[in-house]
């Protein structure tokens, strides 16, 4: 059974730019897909392929007709069936009127070869709510072109030297999944036709979705609440990406569908023990965050600390330890303890120090060891025990801390 999730497409400049609506018959909704998550691409085929997808069904996609962020108009959407046997299309859920709707593209048999078509319709406003400006009553055509062909063969390359896996997906524009065991939770690294990832110490595999998820907004603070300014959050190797303003806030518009990990990185400024000379690297911290079925945009309130020890350097060890955290809610719900931890080795020579040992505090608990990292998923687990938790990572005797509070 497909599991049918919200989509919430949030159109970034709906919530940089404030637009006073003072006019009639405006187009408030867009028509959207993966290959066109913003509707303004209107020319990016769907790509769809013969065969079962993921899930074992046969491979299908979908159209919303989305609403522009918080515009509350109900629309009512007509779709002309395909001229073409290879796929047909089917409203989700029954619903064709409602503030979003979203067509369902179905593949139909295994056909030889690739079949180009096009998905014809309109959608039109109800003028409900009144007094809303819900007043596009004409009809808004749409046309969508869609590629049904064979599934392509994925490249996987290594670059021993570097340590890299290199992905290329043959040139289709796919959300990259990743898991460490094929029944595990499959995770949204990145999105694009080529990938570029660290090789991990364990086994990772990978497949694709073209499946569009949702939006997600929400706002990062310290440990004392004050708002993270400038800290970067997005998809590991590519994709949807953001930056906090000056109240901490950010919004990732357009997500993978599922459970998606994010970096959260801020730049921290140290003394380089071999140079004695102030330095600046990004330290981070992976947290995952799901697309939802809520009906409202699902906001994130989360709480980071990320430091970098600024020991001046010694003649024992030229490596300087970082360490992150972080915790917070989704939609008032307690997500898992984040953390992370390592060292930065001396700008430029071979490294001379320890290994550095990262180990997790958790409140009245015994502290445990992690493996040193900041690509690396690690967390507490669902419903972490309340109180301060702490990561630490020692290098050469030197120390560096990072504690949250989990309510």
Excluded at 82 to 98: D, L, Y
Excluded at 234 to 242: E, K, P, T
Excluded at 312 to 335: E, F, K, V
Excluded at 350 to 373: E, M, R, S
Aim: aromatic share 8%.
């Amino acid at each position: 059974m497909k599991n049918i999730l919200f989509r919430n497409l949030a159109q970034t400049f709906a919530l940089v730019f404030v637009v006073t609506l003072c006019v009639g018959d405006l187009e408030a909704h867009e028509v959207v897909w993966f290959e066109n998550p913003f509707g303004i691409k209107p020319t990016n085929a769907m790509v769809l392929y013969y065969g079962p997808d993921e899930c074992g069904n046969p491979d299908y996609g979908e159209i919303g007709i989305v609403p522009s962020v918080f515009e509350p108009c109900t629309v009512v959407v007509n779709v002309d069936q395909p001229s073409s046997p290879t796929i047909s299309v089917h409203f989700e859920q029954g619903v064709n009127t409602a503030n979003q709707v979203w067509i369902e593209v179905d593949v139909e048999g295994l056909g030889p070869a690739t079949v180009n078509t096009v998905i014809t319709g309109e959608w039109h406003a109800t003028g409900l709510p009144a007094n809303n400006y819900c007043d596009a009553i004409s009809p808004n055509y749409f046309s969508v072109p869609v590629v049904v062909k064979r599934s392509p063969f994925w490249i996987i390359s290594r670059i021993v030297a570097l340590r890299m896996i290199k992905i290329d997906t043959g040139g289709v524009l796919s959300g990259l999944r990743s898991s460490s065991t094929l029944n595990g939770r499959w995770l949204n690294v990145g999105m694009g036709t080529s990938f570029t990832l660290k090789a991990e110490n364990n086994a990772q595999f990978f497949k694709g979705t073209t499946k569009l998820g949702g939006a997600l907004n929400g706002t990062i603070t310290d440990p004392m609440g004050n708002s993270q300014i400038g800290l970067s959050l997005g998809l590991l190797y590519g994709g949807s990406s953001a930056t906090t303003d000056y109240n901490g806030y950010f919004i990732l518009p357009s997500l993978p569908r599922g459970w998606n990990m994010l970096k959260i990185e801020k730049p921290i400024t140290f003394t380089d023990p071999s140079t004695g000379s102030n330095r600046t690297e990004n330290v981070g911290v992976n947290v995952v965050l799901p697309a939802t079925n809520s009906l409202s945009i699902p906001e994130a309130k989360l709480t980071v600390d990320m430091d970098a020890g600024s020991e001046p350097g010694t003649n024992i060890c030229d490596c300087t330890p970082w360490s992150a955290i972080g915790t917070g809610t989704l939609d008032g719900a307690q997500r898992p303890v984040y953390y992370a931890g390592g060292a930065f080795p001396p700008q430029s020579g071979a490294a001379d120090c320890d290994p550095p040992q990262v180990t997790v505090t958790p409140p009245g608990g015994a502290a445990f060891t992690i493996t040193a990292g900041d690509n690396l998923h690690q967390n507490s687990g669902r419903n972490p025990a309340s109180g301060i938790w702490t990561v630490t990572t020692t290098i050469c005797g030197t120390s560096k801390s990072c504690s949250v509070t989990v309510p």
